[in-house]
């Protein structure tokens, strides 16, 4: 599974967008009709998303590494005790695809976008994808595009 491309796309006046079959094509046998939608908790007005398995697959992860296996029971047992999976797992949203591939992007998630007159950027990050508003993603591309034109010049030196 590798979510690729950057792709416009707008809203229809029901709060739906088409969900390019390219990135439909990437999600699991099985799981197809359907994904998770979640906050970033690193970059404000951000919109992760992943299949089903592969945000169940980060949620293990971040689990096992923010609190260790006994912690992680802890978690599980003591309604105080702080688990980050937890907390990313109430922040996301399951999303529907119909038949036709589009979905209806919540209401939470247009308002962070500032989504309705543009649309959102859909960006293909690997493992998973991202929903930007148009506007901040080309601040965000111009910023990485100077980032790795330093981190290229640096490998000339690591021969």
Known sequence: MAFRSEILVKLDKKGRVAFPAAFRDELPDGQRDGFVLYRSNTVAGLVNGNSRAGFDGMLA???????????????????????PAGMMSSQAREI????????????????????????VVLLGRGEKFQLWNPARWQVRREADTARMAAFLRGLDGAA
């Open 61 to 83: 992860r971040l689990r096992a590494e923010a609190l260790g296996p006994k912690a992680s029971l802890k978690a599980v047992l003591d309604d105080e005790a702080f688990d």
């Open 96 to 119: 529907r695809l119909d038949p036709d591939g589009r979905f209806v992007l919540p209401e939470e998630f247009i308002d962070m976008l500032d989504a309705r007159a543009e649309g």
